[in-house]
């Protein structure tokens, strides 16, 4: 059986762009959530965010080509991402075959030209008004979005250009694929990939995720689900996922990157495991766009579809009395719905041993990063078994008694005393019913 191992991470977020920087502030408790500075939204129910500051694309690497001075923020993210992953893998220094290696992302839509958008729509409207009609004058709107909109800018926001821009910089000429899968597209992306390689169709794949949402339609779509958080007076305590006084999410943006490959490719190049995906399970819940299947099936069946790859028994303590899984990453968006029925899905996986898994919420941290979020909690579990360490959920000061695990409240918990992070398993649930899981152990030479 193929073996795949991770060999190379990087990300982008809110909380900075260093692997080690950004896990220790992860364990610091510290939160990224401030007012949006990406554009006006004072007049905003919720006009806070998880930004990505101090990011410019020339730190991580050369555009000697200019390639990527037209693209998106989200391809810019996912490039600088990549890149720290791929100098990790020590791909930079060993020539690949590069037909043998894929891309697989979780990309989202490129940002809207936003207000050369908007004043294209106004000129069309007004000129219509001025004849009396109440409808638009095409001719109008097209003069203005020629005068004000430029074709590169909207070519960007099209969702494979990011897969575009990483094929082009790393000379990846394998399988490549883009999944829209809200905000289990970053899971599924790595747990897509790691079939692929374990099918045979490629050696490496760059997997993971990328997005930014912090722009007027974005933020709007949200508010208008009533699924944002709206703590004005108080935004960097908003996201409080597993809280009996949450009010929803924040929206943050960013990418998260890894190098997955065959363990025989790994070795014939000297390479050094971070860790190995063990499992992948996905499903649908088949019920509705935006709302999760009450009873948490759908959940539930892609944890169980992940653990069953992995060999392990959800209910049954392993050799050492511990449970299978150390650690679980949540998908913990801090929404009523959400953060009640993960909890009711995993007591049913794992049913009397649930209460004995830490189980924690980055969100509460770094905010929501879409399709970026599961990639990025995905690297979360690995330096967690790197480190022995699991990080906290901050901000959940009043216990939810619908939501009554151990989801390792506002401080880190060091396990390195009971024998440390061995197996972890990373949920994320999207808008629209799907749901991945990806598992996660420590390398071990033998199988």
């Excluded at 699924?227 to 924040?250: C, N």
């Excluded at 579809?305 to 150390?326: C, F, N, S, V």
């Amino acid at each position: 059986m193929t073996r795949v191992v991770i060999t190379g991470m990087g990300w982008i977020t809110p909380l900075g762009h260093g692997l080690d920087a950004v896990w220790h502030r992860l364990l610091a408790g510290e939160a990224a959530i401030g007012p949006v500075t990406r554009f006006d939204a004072s007049t905003f129910v919720t006009n806070f965010a998880a930004e990505v500051r101090g990011f410019d694309l020339a730190d991580f690497l050369p555009d000697t080509h200019g390639r990527h001075s037209v693209a998106g923020i989200s391809s810019k993210f996912a490039l600088a991402a990549a890149s720290s992953a791929w100098r990790q893998a020590g791909l930079d220094r060993f020539r690949v075959n590069q037909r043998r290696v894929g891309i697989y992302l979780g990309a989202g839509e490129g940002s809207l030209d936003f207000p050369n958008f908007a004043a294209a729509n106004i000129a069309g409207y007004r000129r219509g008004q001025e004849t009396g009609e109440a409808r638009g004058d095409g001719e109008a709107w097209v003069r203005a979005a020629m005068a004000r909109m430029a074709a590169t800018r909207e070519i960007e926001q099209e969702p494979n250009l990011a897969i575009s821009h990483l094929a082009y910089e790393f000379g990846c000429r394998g399988p490549a694929f883009n999944c829209m899968t809200a905000c289990a597209a970053g899971a599924q992306s790595v747990g897509e990939a790691f079939e692929m390689i374990r099918r045979g169709d490629a050696d490496v794949m760059l997997a993971g995720g990328t997005h930014s949402m912090i722009h007027p339609l974005g933020m709007t779509g949200f508010i208008r689900l009533t699924a944002m958080s709206q703590r004005r007076d108080s935004a960097a305590t908003a996201a409080r996922p597993f809280d009996q006084t949450r009010d929803g999410f924040v929206m943050g943006e960013g990418s998260g990157i890894l190098v997955i490959e065959s363990l025989d490719h790994a070795r014939s190049r000297g390479a050094t495991p971070l860790a190995e995906i063990a499992g992948y399970g996905s499903t649908a819940d088949a019920y509705r766009i935006t709302d999760i299947q009450p009873d948490g099936k759908g959940a539930q069946a892609a944890m169980v579809a992940a653990l069953k790859q992995a060999g392990i028994d959800p209910r049954e303590p392993a050799a050492d009395g511990r449970p299978g899984i150390h650690y679980i990453s949540a998908h913990g968006t801090g929404t009523k719905e959400n953060d009640k029925i993960e909890s009711v899905a995993v007591k049913s996986v794992f049913g009397p041993l649930a209460g004995r898994i830490p189980f924690s919420s980055v969100k509460s941290m770094l905010g929501h990063l879409i399709q970026a979020a599961g990639a990025v909690e995905l690297i979360t579990c690995v330096k967690a078994i790197q480190t022995g360490v699991v990080p906290p959920t901050i901000n959940l000061r009043t216990p939810d008694p619908e939501c009554d695990l151990d989801y390792v409240p506002n401080a880190p918990r060091d396990l390195n005393a009971v024998g440390g992070v061995r197996v972890c398993m990373s949920n994320s649930f999207g808008f629209g019913g799907q749901n991945d899981t990806v598992v996660v152990r420590r390398f071990d030479e033998s199988p």
